[in-house]
């Protein structure tokens, strides 16, 4: 399996554009979380997702952010318009259920706003 | 918080030592699991140990759970140069399947 694979890996925009970063779960896998890390706030859990219906987004730091998951192998994080403090990596991670949450991270998309 | 808070921030130790990193948790939890980032990859899962384990064991890696503390304990034992990394906690409350990560402790081993 390729893993959880997320585009682009790197991103530079200008503040007030639209972003929006991309992933593709573990095949089979039912719950698909999206995290931000920073240095200042550490890895901060967004949204996450249960066979595909949004479960918790009570992360999600304002109305700028939104999420889909249109299908079982396909995820969205779009931020729009995006400002200089949403720099930041953002992972997006898969686990199946009866694994006990055992999570598999990608190797997420560092933005920059600038 | 629901988080786990690690302990050391940063450690640093000699290739061939151990090394202990602490997490410290609030709430009752169903599981908790360790985490070791590498600089600019994902996180990757080591180890899950179950609120009724106090031990569990996986090559060098020894992970405590004292329950009635809240709190556990991540042993790296002969630690080599690849070990460097950050390791993080992650305690899971009331499923399994929300989890908030503390700041993480950064481990380096000096060759």
């Known amino acids: 399996d390729a893993g959880v694979i997320q585009s682009p890996r790197h991103e530079v925009t200008e503040m007030g554009q639209e972003v929006t970063l991309r992933c593709k779960p573990i095949?089979?896998?039912?719950?698909l979380f999206w995290y931000r890390q920073t240095m200042m706030r550490g890895l901060e859990l967004l949204i996450y997702?249960?066979?595909?219906?949004?479960?918790?987004d009570s992360g999600m730091p304002e109305d700028r952010f939104s999420a889909k998951m249109p299908n079982a192998s396909f995820s969205t994080l779009k931020i729009q318009p995006s400002e200089p403090r949403d720099s930041a990596v953002y992972f997006c991670?898969?686990?199946?259920?009866?694994?006990?949450?055992?999570?598999?991270f990608g190797s997420g998309t560092q933005l920059s706003v600038l | 918080s629901q988080q786990g808070e690690e302990d050391p921030q940063a450690l640093s130790i000699q290739e061939g030592e151990n090394a202990t990193m602490n997490c410290s948790y609030k709430?009752?939890?169903?599981?908790l699991q360790w985490y070791r980032q590498n600089s600019g990859r994902g996180l990757v899962h080591l180890i899950l140990?179950?609120?009724?384990?106090r031990e569990k064991h996986s090559g060098r890696l020894r992970v405590t759970l004292d329950t009635s503390k809240k709190s556990s304990s991540l042993l790296i034992t002969a630690s080599r140069a690849a070990d460097t990394a950050s390791y993080f906690c992650?305690?899971?409350?009331?499923?399994?399947?929300?989890?908030?990560f503390g700041s993480g402790t950064k481990l380096n081993v000096k060759p």
């Open positions: 991670a898969s686990s199946v259920t009866g694994t006990g949450g055992k999570l598999f």
């Open positions: 095949s089979g896998h039912d719950y």
């Open positions: 997702f249960n066979n595909n219906v949004p479960i918790d």
């Open positions: 709430t009752s939890i169903n599981n």
């Open positions: 140990i179950r609120s009724n384990e």
């Open positions: 992650a305690p899971s409350m009331d499923n399994f399947n929300k989890f908030y």
